[in-house]
């Protein structure tokens, strides 16, 4: 195959799955890694696509491979996000056993709860002393500390989490692909929230516009496996996947 046949092939799986890996193109296009990593380079560099470790995503995607730090993030999208925290404590109710993740967007979640008669488990260190200061009976997993997030990760914390049976589970998240679905970029983390998820009744993630169309390195969850809770939502595509629950910004 010619090299221009080559790139033809690989923006058309680009542009039909939005996120595409090396092993993906070397199979379908019958090619060497070495020569499709070659190719993706090219394409990025003339702006064709976004090259990323393993394979290449749609120019309209996002990729993000770190966490920022949260004294950043928390002021990033401040009014969808407490839309979004204030629909989320109303569905909260008397008796419910509620897992609450860390982020902060479920950090703003705590400040909307009125329900004291839950109990509360998390992750978060911050959201475990707000929790306790508003009179909520609340449970912090024990494990490893990472510093970025605030947010006790590791084979201690998952081990805690596998006696629990939540009612309900709120969980952020660094990113949200049709595709790829629920992703953050630490594996630590990803494990995590991946046995809480598992282990909640009912599963919400909280996310403001800004996580959609958008890819970290480590999926936890596949997009049907929790209802969003976002504002106004213009990709109507996720609603296919999974149910979306829409509400106004403060």
């Known amino acids: ?9 690989i923006l058309k799986m680009v542009e039909k799955k939005r996120v595409v890996t090396v092993s993906e193109l070397t199979e379908a296009l019958n090619s060497s890694e070495s020569t499709i990593r070659r190719d993706l380079t090219a394409l990025g560099n003339i ?4 090259k990323v470790h393993g394979g290449a995503t749609a120019i309209d995607v996002l990729y993000s491979t770190k966490d920022d730090d949260v004294s950043i993030r928390q002021n990033r ?37 009125t329900e004291k008669n839950a109990v509360y488990v998390t992750n978060g260190t911050v959201h ?26 590791g084979n201690e914390a998952i081990s805690s989490l596998k006696k629990y049976n939540f009612t309900k ?34 599963k919400y993630v909280l996310a403001d516009p800004s996580k959609f169309n958008s890819i970290s390195p480590i999926t936890f969850a596949g997009l049907e496996s929790a209802c969003i809770i976002t504002t ?4 109507g595509q996720y609603r296919k996947y999974t149910t979306v629950l829409e509400t106004e910004k403060i």
């Open 1 to 9: 195959m010619l090299t221009e046949e080559r790139y033809a092939a």
């Open 47 to 50: 702006g064709k696509l976004n």
């Open 77 to 113: 999208n401040t009014e969808q996000k407490k839309a979004i925290a204030k629909y989320a404590a109303s569905l909260i109710q008397e008796n419910d056993f509620v897992y609450i993740d860390a982020g902060t967007t479920t950090d703003l979640l705590i400040n909307y709860i």
């Open 128 to 153: 475990a002393k707000k929790l306790a200061q508003k009179g909520c009976k609340v449970f912090i997993l024990g494990g490893e500390l990472k510093m970025a997030t605030d947010a006790v990760v």
């Open 169 to 202: 589970g709120f969980f952020g998240t660094n990113g949200i692909s049709a595709k790829i679905g629920y992703t953050t970029p630490d594996v630590s983390e990803a494990l995590v929230k991946a046995e809480a998820l598992s282990k909640c009744g009912e």
């Open 232 to 235: 106004a939502l213009e990709d």
